[in-house]
């Protein structure tokens, strides 16, 4: 059973920074490719930067370029989201995710607030 579970999210100040965790199991995680996605208020949810099963490649939304950087512990099964210098239009639920055979698999989300 493919289980992604977020946290980290929270509170922060325009300009601060924040790390979100994604844990993943029931998969072969060092196999997979891994996104994160967001969901604002009144939003589509959208891509806000993937990263290759070896972590060698990474792809980021142009909204989130130079502001936040992707990673992945392969031995923890984790991937990771550094946002740096967030602003408040930032402010979204963030969600883990992995495509698996096509089929789409979605943690519950962790809501980020960037708010002074």
């Known amino acids: 059973q493919v289980q992604l579970a977020e946290s980290g999210g929270g509170l922060v100040q325009p300009g601060g920074s924040l790390r979100l965790s994604c844990a993943a199991s029931?998969?072969?995680?060092?196999?997979?490719?891994m996104n994160w996605y967001r969901q604002a208020p009144g939003k589509e949810r959208e891509l806000v930067a993937g990263?290759?099963?070896?972590?060698?490649?990474?792809n980021y939304a142009d909204s989130m370029k130079g502001r936040s950087t992707i990673s992945r512990d392969n031995a923890k099964n984790t991937v990771y989201l550094q946002m740096n210098s967030p602003k408040p239009e930032d402010t979204a639920v963030y969600y883990c995710?992995?495509?698996?055979?096509?089929?789409?698999?979605w943690g519950k989300g962790t809501l980020v607030t960037v708010s002074s």
């Open positions: 990263i290759s099963s070896t972590g060698g490649s990474t």
């Open positions: 029931g998969f072969t995680f060092n196999w997979s490719r």
């Open positions: 995710n992995v495509n698996l055979g096509e089929v789409n698999y």
